[in-house]
């Protein structure tokens, strides 16, 4: 459903970032890319944009893969954020307001699990303590879904719908003892460590302390991460969490579930040692955000195209009353973020310079600005 967005100067907006154990793939850079449109439009029109994306640097993801490759799992992290902060520079993403850690941020996050002990929220069987969603009426608010979605999904996105320990099989784990090789830490619920939902409610809080403007992340986070975030901080601070969530769709490799599993994921960090990065930009630009969609190898020969035409209508100056583009690009990004709508006006500009259309000698800048609404630098 697509509702007004009318934030006040400073936008509070909170992304749910990376699990640091793999490479940035494009369903990675789309995400983000989709994010990063919003913001700059949001700049554009006058607003502080304080966008925090968190850092899940402890969850059931990277734990078993720092095992598998036999290091430590903040070393497994490092390596990955690096990498992933390296393509997020050279695909021109706005950096982070602030960027909080899982593991830097255990206070707030026992804070918010007593809360909702202390509210009669939790059950503790085995030394787990999980979030009781009979307490919660509104539980599944957020996503619409059916119970036997959400039960599939829970049991697909890391839940444990099926252990008989639990009251609810939606029921979701806040705090669990850690096995012998995972970090742990004290609290008044047992040594251990976090359930995954728990921890960006309290990072959002700690860095904020008020409603959020907006949510993002994937369309995969809807339920049961989002639901569940939704839900615990409502009941734990006493307040709406988020007045908008935004989501982005899912990205498909010619026709198959993009995964590691099947080995087809596509990297950024690959892409660009053979393409320009504006290239990757431009390319992932051709679909709606709230789509899913596939990406097919050409589609990055595609964005190659039209950022070198982009740079060669820039270099010829000379064409159209550059006006129009402009207020076209803006209005294709203020009508639900319609980047396909803006990708393709920048593109029909560049065409119509280098086809020597007109005689304005401020069309390559107008292009240049045009690109840069968007985030397409332009090397000179």
């Known amino acids: 459903m697509v509702v007004p967005f009318e934030p006040g100067p400073i936008v509070r907006m909170y992304i749910c970032g990376i699990t640091p154990y793999d490479s940035t793939h494009l369903g990675h ?24 994306r968190n850092v899940t640097d402890v969850d059931d993801s990277i734990l078993p893969k720092a095992r598998e490759l036999g290091i430590d799992f ?8 690096k990498r992933f902060h390296g393509d997020m520079k050279a695909l021109n993403t706005r950096p982070p307001h602030a960027e909080p850690r899982a593991t830097e941020s255990i206070a707030p996050i026992i804070d918010l699990v007593q809360r909702l002990s202390d509210a009669g929220h939790t059950y503790t069987v085995d030394g ?8 919660a009426p509104k539980f599944g608010r957020l996503s619409g879904y059916a119970e036997d979605t959400m039960l599939a ?29 995972e970090p742990r830490w004290d609290s008044p619920f047992g040594p251990g460590r976090p359930g995954w939902h728990i921890e960006c409610s309290a990072m959002s809080w700690a860095e904020f302390g008020e409603t959020l403007d907006l949510h993002g992340g994937g369309s ?3 339920f049961p991460h989002h639901e ?54 431009l390319a992932l630009m051709g679909h709606h955000y709230r789509d899913d969609w596939e990406w097919f190898d050409g589609d990055i020969e595609d964005g190659q195209e039209r950022y070198e035409r982009i740079v060669a209508a820039v270099a010829a100056g000379v064409g159209p009353d550059p006006a129009m583009t402009l207020r076209n690009v803006r209005a ?8 396909p709508r803006a990708r393709d006006a920048i593109d029909a500009f560049a065409k119509a310079i280098l086809a020597g259309t007109g005689s304005d000698v401020h069309a390559g800048a107008g292009l240049r600005e045009a690109a840069e609404l968007v985030g397409v630098q332009v090397e000179s």
């Open 153 to 181: 999904l829970a049991a697909e996105r890391g839940g444990t719908p099926t252990d008989l320990r639990q009251r609810n099989p939606l029921d979701f784990i806040l705090w669990q003892p850690s096995a012998d090789d």
């Open 220 to 222: 995969d986070l809807i």
């Open 228 to 281: 569940c975030e939704r839900v615990q901080s409502e009941l734990g601070y006493g307040q709406t969490f988020a007045t908008h969530w935004m989501h982005a769709g899912m990205v498909a490799y010619q026709g198959t579930k993009m995964s590691k599993s099947l080995g087809n994921l596509v990297f950024v960090s690959e892409l660009v040692k053979s393409h320009a990065p504006q290239a990757v930009r």
């Open 29 to 52: 850079a789309n995400t983000y890319l989709t994010y990063d449109l919003l913001i700059r439009r949001l700049e554009d029109l006058g607003h502080e944009v304080q966008m925090v």
């Open 332 to 339: 294709a990004l203020d009508d639900d973020l319609d980047a």
């Open 128 to 135: 787990i303590t999980y979030f009781d969603v009979a307490t």
């Open 74 to 81: 903040l070393e497994l992290a490092a390596t990955e954020m």
